[in-house]
């Protein structure tokens, strides 16, 4: 039945003399506003007032900037990327993340960060570290670090210090509770926004707490009280998708439900 249609439309469109139209790929436009949906295989053209770095999900190719990823382009600066809620980690240049060390060498440490292989971290990349004075790392510690190398043919590279030998909160993280979170919920919770909608309710509420948010889908949480860091933790794992409205009132129940139980 299908083939019959499709021959009775063939010879329909030759009797008539009209032609299929086709769908043309567009070329030579220029990047969206930040947010906007893109898809694989959009081309963009280059901008004239600036020098983009380019991050996940972007490629050049032909002095244009093709999408290798679906998702939401999003800017800030001289920076554009594609956000995207992927189920693995793919380490990229300059991204913070939090690493467990899975295993010791000689001078360099494997540490897993959720990606398709470990990645590697010289033993004396922290702050003020020497051969003789440097952090003595067991296996299931926990680190906070950026990425320094990243190729698809070579395993990433992590340290804990930037170009100017300084840590600027890159660490060893001691104690706490760590938790799983989807790549989406990490990069809401990393956006340079004022206010923080997903956070707003954390801070009214509780006083001392620590957060750490890694890139790579990790959350670390340490306070001064179990029971604050277990309403935290819920708290982050419930609250990705529903409106600011929702928040406040969902972060009350979760402390009421812990404080009857415990």
């Given amino acids: 039945w299908y083939q019959r249609r499709v021959r009775e439309a063939v010879v329909s469109t030759q009797s008539t003399g009209s ?3 086709r769908m043309e790929e567009e070329t ?4 969206p506003p930040s947010p906007a949906v893109v898809m694989c295989g959009d081309t963009f053209s280059l901008p004239k007032d600036r ?3 380019v991050g996940p999900g972007l490629r050049y190719i032909n002095d244009q900037i093709s999408c ?3 998702g939401v382009i999003r800017s800030s600066g001289k920076s554009v990327w594609i956000d995207r809620n992927s189920r693995r980690y793919v380490p990229a240049l300059e991204e913070r993340v939090i690493g467990i060390i899975a295993g010791r060498m000689a001078d360099e440490y494997r540490v897993d960060i959720g990606g398709a ?3 590697m971290m010289s033993s004396i990349a922290f702050e003020g570290a020497t051969q003789r004075n440097k952090p003595d790392l067991k296996i299931g510690n926990l680190v906070y670090g950026k990425v320094v190398a990243a190729n698809k043919d070579v395993e990433p590279e ?3 210090v930037h170009k100017n030998g300084k840590s600027n909160g890159l660490q060893v993280l001691e104690g706490g509770y760590l ?3 989807s790549l989406g919920l990490c990069r809401k919770l990393l956006r340079h926004e004022r206010p923080l909608p997903l956070l707003e309710p954390l801070f009214a509420h509780f006083k001392l707490f620590e957060i750490c948010v890694g890139i ?3 959350v670390w949480i340490r306070s001064d009280n179990i029971k604050h860091t277990l309403c935290i933790a819920l708290y982050l794992n419930k609250c990705e998708y529903l409106p600011e409205t929702d928040l406040m009132p969902l972060l009350k129940d979760l402390v009421k439900r812990v404080e009857t139980s415990m």
Avoid: E, M
């Fill in 19 to 21: 032609q299929v139209p």
């Fill in 28 to 31: 030579g436009r220029s990047l």
């Fill in 51 to 53: 020098n983009l770095k």
């Fill in 68 to 70: 290798t990823k679906p």
């Fill in 117 to 119: 292989h470990y990645a």
């Fill in 158 to 160: 992590l340290s804990c």
């Fill in 179 to 181: 938790i799983n979170c």
């Fill in 216 to 218: 790579n889908g990790r």
